[in-house]
């Protein structure tokens, strides 16, 4: 009530009132009577930007020009060594010394990685000038670059002289047809015989599996009663059918081994991975794709 009264007296909204704790341990409201201090007035505090100016600007003329020079110098010394190195391998390409002219190409890439005449060149090095595809993964390297860095007249050059390239991709293509019917032929004579086996391996594994389960059942069914019979049929009838289930059960485990095997070659089977036939096959038609890629990066303007 005491708390009541002290609100109801005191009408004044600017009172604060707080809680405290009174001399029996409750709490108790009391009137703040307390003045809060305003804060002060913050000083407002302004930041300058700082302008920037391009560097370039405060330069004078004469540093320009000397930026400009060196800028110039050295896009002639690289022309310079791209040509001497662009030289070198065309001279070893020239004489069939191919080991010679790649590492000359490679320090002319490291020159200018963006020479497209030093990526068509390397392709030529590569290829022996178009007369060895051997290093399919190494060429297909080429690709990209070739269709990013060559110009139209680079790649319409080396479209001149792909004909040998053309040739080796359908040359890959006939072979590929005739090994594909090889190994289709080859997967059908084994798939018979995989077939035959699996049949004859689930013909025992039903042989053993269903005596188990017919043991099993009447093991536990005689198992269930085999004390009610006071002669004991029961018990014994219970130990034949148990004894006769856990034969038919390791015997059913080397049927389905047999099983699972016979049915992991059918599988394997249609693989092309599974034979060193297939493997070839496989890898033919990969060589095939890539050099097509390679073909189609400086014949853009054939694709259709």
């Known amino acids: 009530m005491a708390e009541e009264r002290l609100i109801d007296d005191d009408l ?3 009172k604060k009132y707080r809680i405290r704790k009174n001399a029996d341990g409750e709490d108790e409201l009391y009137i703040d009577d307390s003045v809060e201090e305003e804060p002060a007035d913050l000083e407002t505090v302004t930041f300058t930007v700082p302008e920037f100016s391009d560097g370039e600007s405060e330069l004078t003329p004469e540093q ?7 800028k110039r110098e050295r896009a002639e010394r690289i022309k310079g060594a791209l040509s001497v190195n662009l030289e070198k391998a065309q001279a070893k390409l020239s004489e069939e ?14 020159v200018d990685p963006s020479s497209g005449e030093a990526w068509a060149l390397r392709l030529k090095i590569l290829t022996k000038n178009f007369t060895d595809f051997d290093s399919v993964d190494d060429c297909v390297e080429t690709t990209e670059n ?5 110009s139209e007249e680079q790649k319409a050059e080396l479209a001149e002289t792909s004909a040998p390239l053309e040739s080796h991709i359908m040359k890959l293509e006939e072979q590929a047809a005739e090994l594909h019917v090889e190994v289709e032929q080859k997967k059908s004579e084994r ?14 594994f039903s042989i053993t599996c269903v005596p188990f389960i017919f043991c099993l059942i009447m093991a536990i069914a005689f198992a269930s009663i085999m004390f009610t019979n006071k002669y004991g049929v029961y018990v014994i009838l ?9 034969l038919f059960f390791i015997a059913s485990l080397f049927t389905a081994h047999r099983m699972w095997a016979d049915m992991k070659k059918l599988s394997l089977n249609e693989k092309n991975s599974s034979t060193q036939m297939g493997r070839n096959y496989e890898k033919m038609l990969s060589d095939i794709k890539k050099l097509n890629t390679l073909l189609k990066s400086f014949k853009v303007n054939d694709i259709s």
Do not use: H, M, P, Y
């Not at 010394?97 to 490291?110: H, M, P, V």
């Not at 219970?238 to 856990?246: D, E, G, M, R, S």
């Open 64 to 70: 320009i020009a000397a930026a400009e020079q060196e």
């Open 191 to 204: 798939r018979k015989v995989f077939l035959e086996n699996r049949k004859k391996s689930v013909k025992w």
């Open 12 to 14: 004044n909204k600017d």
């Open 146 to 150: 070739i269709r990013n860095f060559c």
């Open 238 to 246: 219970t130990i034949v059918f148990a004894v006769l289930a856990a």
């Open 97 to 110: 010394d191919f080991a010679g002219a790649f590492t000359s190409i490679e320090s002319a890439l490291q």
